[in-house]
C-alpha cells in the first residue's frame, strides 16, 4: 500500500515549502538560463524544468495552463512559449537541462552545481567505423573428380596395365 508515499523528493521541508522552493527554481533558470543551487535541488527540479519545455513544444492553450501553474508566471512563461516556437529546442527530444558539479560548499559541504539550459543544437552521433572484416572460414579445395571420358580412359589404363 501507498499510505503518505508522496511522488518527489522532499528537500527537507513540508510539501508545500517544497513546492514553493522548487516553483522560485524553476523561474530562476528561465529567467536567467543558468543557476547555482545545490545538487539535491537540481535534480528535483529538472523534470519540471523537461515537462515546461514539453509543453512549450506542444504550444496548445492546455499546455500553456499547465506550464503557468508550475511556473507561477505569465511572462516567463510566454518568453519559453516563444523560444520554442522559434525552435530552440525543435531537434532535441529530452534533455534540455545541464548540470556542473563545483565541487562541496564550505560551510556545509553540501554539493553545490550549476544548472543551465542547453541552447546548442543537437549533434548527430558519429557513426563507428565498420567492424573489422569478419574472419570467414576458408573452404579446402575438393579434389576434382574425373570427367566420365577420362574415367573410362582411366579404367581402360589400368585393365590393360593389369592384364
Known amino acids: 500500500m ?19 522552493i ?6 530562476a533558470l528561465f529567467e536567467n538560463d543558468r543557476i547555482k543551487t545545490i545538487d539535491v535541488r ?22 500553456r495552463r499547465l506550464a503557468i501553474a508550475t511556473v507561477g508566471d505569465k511572462d516567463i512563461v510566454r518568453e519559453v512559449f516563444e523560444k520554442a516556437a522559434q525552435g530552440m529546442w525543435a531537434d532535441r527530444n529530452g534533455g534540455y ?7 562541496p560548499r564550505k560551510g556545509d559541504g553540501a554539493e553545490i552545481v550549476i544548472m543551465e539550459l542547453v541552447t546548442e543544437p543537437v549533434k548527430a552521433k558519429a557513426k ?36
Open 2 to 20: 501507498r499510505h503518505n508515499k508522496k511522488k518527489g523528493m522532499k528537500l527537507g521541508t513540508d510539501a508545500s515549502h517544497t513546492k514553493a
Open 22 to 27: 522548487k516553483r522560485g527554481l524553476v523561474r
Open 42 to 63: 537540481a535534480k528535483a527540479i529538472r523534470a519540471d524544468v523537461d515537462h515546461v519545455i514539453t509543453w512549450a513544444k506542444k504550444g496548445d492553450i492546455a499546455s
Open 97 to 103: 537541462t545541464r548540470i556542473m558539479k563545483l565541487g
Open 128 to 163: 563507428k567505423a565498420a567492424p573489422k572484416a569478419a574472419v570467414t572460414k576458408v573452404e579446402e579445395p575438393k579434389a576434382e573428380e574425373p570427367k566420365a571420358d577420362e574415367a573410362e580412359a582411366v579404367e581402360e589404363a589400368t585393365e590393360e596395365s593389369a592384364e
